[in-house]
């Protein structure tokens, strides 16, 4: 009789495991999920080429998530910083450095809500790369959101007759969500 009893008790537990699985959750809460994943979140590379070709970078705009509340930055990262003399390219360096300016606009999360943002600096470039930073945008929330990029470069060596100047959108930059 104990055995049966067991056995009972372990189907019963079972099933209502099993009916669990398929129930609609309850309402969930502002703290309730999902969040932001935490990490390095970045558009595709763009290789750019300055006025007359002599002028020459790779970028791509990035969001770093530090946590699942959302607090976020945006950084840009350059890559193959190059200029065109003498029949070679040469790495961008501090004696021909290029000056560097950045806007970059994200647009807020349409199912999500969540700020837009607008975030901007200039430095100096003085190497092939470098992750530049356009500083804190505070907590965002995850999802598909648009992003606006302005890129202007002036140098290495060349001055604004060679400056490379694009503008670029993307539409499906993902914030991925996790429900960690």
């Known amino acids: 009789m104990k055995k049966i009893r067991r056995m009972v008790g372990v189907t019963a537990a079972a099933a209502a495991l099993v009916v669990s699985a398929f129930a609609t959750p309850g309402a969930a809460s502002a703290d309730d999920g999902p ?3 935490a990490g390095e979140h970045c558009t595709g590379w763009e290789e750019v080429y300055g006025q007359g070709g002599y002028t020459f970078t790779a970028f791509r705009t990035c969001v770093y998530v530090y946590d699942r509340a959302g607090r976020s930055a945006m950084f840009i990262e ?34 999500q809500g969540g700020p837009a943002v607008t975030a901007r600096n200039s430095w100096t470039q003085k190497s092939r790369s470098s992750k530049l930073s356009l500083g804190s945008i505070g907590i965002i929330k995850c999802g598909i959101r648009d992003l606006d990029v302005s890129y202007t470069q002036v140098g290495g060596y060349y001055g604004e007759d060679r400056k490379i100047d694009v503008k670029r959108s993307y539409d499906d930059f993902v914030i991925p969500c996790s429900m960690d």
């Open 35 to 37: 969040y932001p994943k």
């Open 78 to 111: 350059t890559d193959k910083n190059t200029y065109w003399w003498g029949g070679a390219w040469y790495n961008a360096t501090p004696l021909y450095s290029a000056s560097v300016f950045a806007t970059v606009h994200m647009g807020a999360n349409v199912a």
